[in-house]
């Protein structure tokens, strides 16, 4: 959960100190033009949840896990998206990000992934991010947006330590043949 938490703050958090002089909390993400248009979603295996930075809470938008349904929205063969233990995903909202901006906001995707893996590199996890989303509105439906067709889709990383497979050494063989035997011998064994 700390890791979880820490992840999604990096994404698009609010600082928890308090700046007395401009009265106010900063991004973990500043906005050159004092604009910030991203809602930020995760998904793990029990759900996909909306995160409020200026609470750093998540709200649940769905139960069970979609992630196979995220990764095929996406079309990212090089990534493991439905087996990743924590997905963050980027949607640029359009109605709060003007057109005159539209230019920025690649870079703020960029600087949002960026601080993503910073912070999974700082926790000693693995991390992978696509910004091509091949199924914009699967992507919304797969997450439970699909009537918000003004948030577009920029990045996702996918983030953890995947569960390594089950080692299952095989059983103990059972051998027979002779218990002895001399030099340059051929000798059968079953």
Not at 60 to 71: K, P, Q
Not at 117 to 128: I, V
Not at 164 to 183: D, E, M, Y
Request: hydrophobic share 40%; charged share 10%.
């Amino acid at each position: 959960l700390l890791e979880e938490s820490q992840l999604v703050w990096a994404s698009y958090g609010t600082s928890y100190l308090y700046d007395n002089v401009n009265h106010k909390r900063h991004r973990t993400l500043p906005s050159a033009i004092d604009v910030y248009p991203y809602i930020i979603y995760a998904a793990n295996e029990t759900g996909v949840f909306q995160y409020n930075p200026t609470a750093h809470s998540l709200t649940t938008i769905l139960a069970g896990d979609h992630r196979t349904e995220i990764d095929i929205a996406i079309g990212s063969a090089n990534l493991s998206i439905a087996t990743a233990p924590w997905i963050i995903l980027a949607f640029l909202d359009t109605n709060q990000g003007g057109s005159q901006y539209m230019p920025w906001w690649y870079y703020e995707s960029g600087a949002i992934m960026h601080n993503v893996l910073l912070e999974a590199g700082a926790l000693d996890l693995t991390a992978n991010i696509a910004f091509e989303i091949a199924d914009p509105a699967g992507l919304r439906t797969a997450i439970g947006i699909s009537s918000h067709t003004n948030l577009v889709p920029e990045a996702v990383a996918c983030v953890g330590t995947p569960a390594l497979p089950s080692n299952h050494p095989p059983n103990t063989p059972n051998l027979t043949g002779p218990n002895s035997g001399k030099a340059r011998t051929p000798y059968n064994f079953t």
